[in-house]
């Protein structure tokens, strides 16, 4: 499975956007680009996903670069309760549904 | 319904002892997963269940025993775990594996804490 490279850290003040970018250079053709959030002492939850085209839900936006060599997670406003570890990982879907985890980038907010 | 049930949240053994994790769906996914995640780690893959056949076994050793009765329940078997094998472990499950033309959100359950003696 191809790689992903995240910030170890990164700050945010409440109630002002965040972007979390993450490169994935050898990123195949059919790897769709997963985002995941792990808030204290929980398990895992979706955030968003994209295979070529930006992408909003009520959480978050994805923004793909056009090379798809990197991506970036955009939360809109922080708030306190978005304080987690967040991971971006690749999946390619014909060879199953299985992640692998990077090491993910915490996001710590500032109130 | 959209949560994943995991029992016990807390687990203390030692190494002699024999216990089992046990891991609850109601969503009709048919495919789930355990996971080991030490402290300040990223999640890693252990086993995953297709249509509760072992699907995929990540070289995990045979102190860990997994086991799918039925479509909705996954349980983890324990026998002479090691002190390194203390960890959070999760167990996920998904609406398919494997299938090319789906990309199925993972639901994760909270996890069980197990601290080996």
């Known amino acids: 499975d191809a790689k992903t490279t995240q910030p170890n850290s990164m700050e945010s003040n409440e109630e002002e956007p965040v972007h979390l970018p993450c490169n994935h250079s050898t990123i195949s053709g059919t790897d769709y680009i997963h985002w995941y959030r792990q808030l204290p002492s929980q398990g895992p939850e979706y955030v968003i996903h994209g295979l070529t085209s930006n992408v909003n839900n009520r959480m978050a936006s994805l923004a793909i670069a056009e090379d798809r060599k990197s991506s970036t997670l955009i939360l809109h406003r922080a708030t306190l309760r978005d304080a987690a570890v967040y991971y971006c990982i690749l999946r390619d879907p014909a060879t199953g549904n299985q992640f692998y985890f990077g090491t993910g980038t915490s996001l710590t907010v500032i109130p | 319904d959209t949560e994943v049930t995991q029992t016990p949240k807390h687990l203390v053994m030692g190494m002699t002892n024999k216990k089992s994790l046990k891991c609850e769906q109601h969503?009709?996914?048919?495919?789930m997963y355990w996971y080991k995640q030490k402290a300040k780690k990223p999640p890693e893959l252990m086993f995953v269940y297709s249509y509760e056949k072992l699907s995929i076994n990540e070289s995990v050793p045979s102190r860990f025993s997994p086991e799918c009765p039925n479509s909705s329940l996954l349980n983890l078997h324990l026998h002479a775990l090691q002190p390194e094998d203390s960890a959070l472990y999760l167990c996920?499950?998904?609406?398919?594996?494997?299938?090319?033309?789906?990309?199925?959100?993972?639901?994760f359950g909270p996890g069980t804490r197990l601290t080996v003696l």
């Open positions: 969503m009709g996914h048919r495919a």
């Open positions: 996920a499950s998904s609406r398919e594996h494997g299938s090319s033309r789906i990309t199925d959100t993972q639901y």
